[in-house]
């Protein structure tokens, strides 16, 4: 399993940064990065962050989101789940 600091690293490799600095991520992706992030950062332990992940895309506004960021081709948790997954040693 991994510890709190590198799925905080690996969601911000995978898919934070490359969202938020995707040409074509208006102000509403802008916000919603920014806003994951500082929940992500708050969480104060591994698995905590890792219910956060899974919880996110079953939400309206995580499906909201995925379809937004999508869009724009740019990475969403969706699109990092194995890999999420096999770092919180699910797989």
Request: overall charge neutral; proline content about 2%.
């Amino acid at each position: 399993m991994a510890i709190k600091e590198e799925l905080l690293e690996f969601l911000e490799i995978n898919v934070l940064t490359p969202t938020e600095t995707n040409q074509l991520a208006d102000i509403t992706i802008l916000r919603k990065v920014r806003t994951t992030r500082m929940r992500l950062k708050k969480l104060t332990t591994a698995e905590k962050i890792e219910e956060f992940f899974w919880h996110a895309m079953a939400t309206d506004n995580g499906i909201d989101t995925y379809t937004i960021v999508s869009r724009i081709g740019a990475p969403t948790f969706e699109d990092v789940r194995l890999e999420f997954k096999r770092l919180c040693g699910r797989i």
